[in-house]
């Protein structure tokens, strides 16, 4: 019974340590936030459109609608980045 006993204790230690060591410190997300400019051609002279960055808890995203027109002839631009907590630094 005693073997058992110190089995069950062992393997439940084992179990503890390999559940902590997973978890593990908590990291801050951060991910690189972008907004991205239209233009009607290949020129890059008249802009047709955007599509604003955003955070969404800590990953980077895009707002649900662009503005305007949305072409292949696209400059993006890096506006910050975001934080787990939803924060935009620039």
């Known amino acids: 019974m005693t073997i058992r006993l110190k089995l069950?204790?062992?393997?439940?230690?084992?179990?503890?340590?390999f559940v902590g060591a997973a978890a593990g410190p908590a990291v801050a997300l951060?991910?690189?936030?972008?907004?991205?400019?239209?233009?009607?051609?290949?020129?890059?002279?008249e802009?047709?459109?955007?599509w604003q960055g955003v955070c969404y808890n800590g990953w980077a995203g895009v707002t649900q609608y662009p503005d305007g027109q949305v072409t292949q002839y696209e400059v993006r631009v890096r506006i910050g980045t975001c934080t787990d907590n939803g924060t935009i630094y620039e």
Not at 47 to 50: A, E, K
């Open 8 to 17: 069950l204790s062992a393997v439940a230690a084992s179990v503890a340590v």
């Open 30 to 45: 951060s991910e690189p936030l972008y907004s991205y400019l239209y233009y009607s051609d290949a020129t890059l002279t």
């Open 47 to 50: 802009q047709v459109g955007s």
